[in-house]
């Protein structure tokens, strides 16, 4: 199992930016696959986007291109979410994610993660 504790989250303006980090414990394997994911109130679970432990390898929703950029240092065990050009429904709570195998990419099916972090609120005003 993985431990994962998410942190950088908070308030901001629109057209601001935030980066989000994952601390990560016990990714042994290069397998392994990173994701974030997000929750507004009152909505499901959202895929936000994914990367390979190995290759870095990164994959996003259409919600979030070219705006969001995952990345990953394996020497430090974190993942981050750099956050730019925010906008008012980007706001959410947001969690990172891991599973040990690729499941042959599928990066945005949310029950193929093994393990949670408990999320870092994220609230854009306009």
């Known amino acids: 199992q993985v431990q994962l504790v998410e942190s950088g989250g908070g308030l901001a303006q629109a057209g601001d930016s935030l980066r989000l980090s994952c601390a990560a414990s016990?990714?042994?394997?290069?397998?392994?696959?990173m994701g974030w994911f997000r929750q507004a109130p009152g909505k499901e679970r959202e895929f936000v986007g994914g990367?390979?432990?190995?290759?870095?390898?990164?994959y996003y929703a259409d919600s979030v291109k070219g705006r969001f950029t995952i990345s990953r240092d394996r020497a430090k065990n974190m993942v981050y979410l750099q956050m730019n050009s925010l906008k008012p429904e980007d706001t959410a709570v947001y969690y990172c994610?891991?599973?040990?195998?690729?499941?042959?990419?599928?990066?945005?099916?949310?029950?193929?993660?093994?393990?949670w972090g408990q999320g870092t609120q994220v609230l854009v005003s306009s």
């Open positions: 016990g990714v042994t394997f290069s397998g392994y696959i």
């Open positions: 990367i390979r432990w190995s290759g870095g390898n990164t």
């Open positions: 994610a891991a599973r040990s195998r690729d499941y042959y990419g599928n990066y945005e099916v949310f029950t193929t993660y093994e393990s």
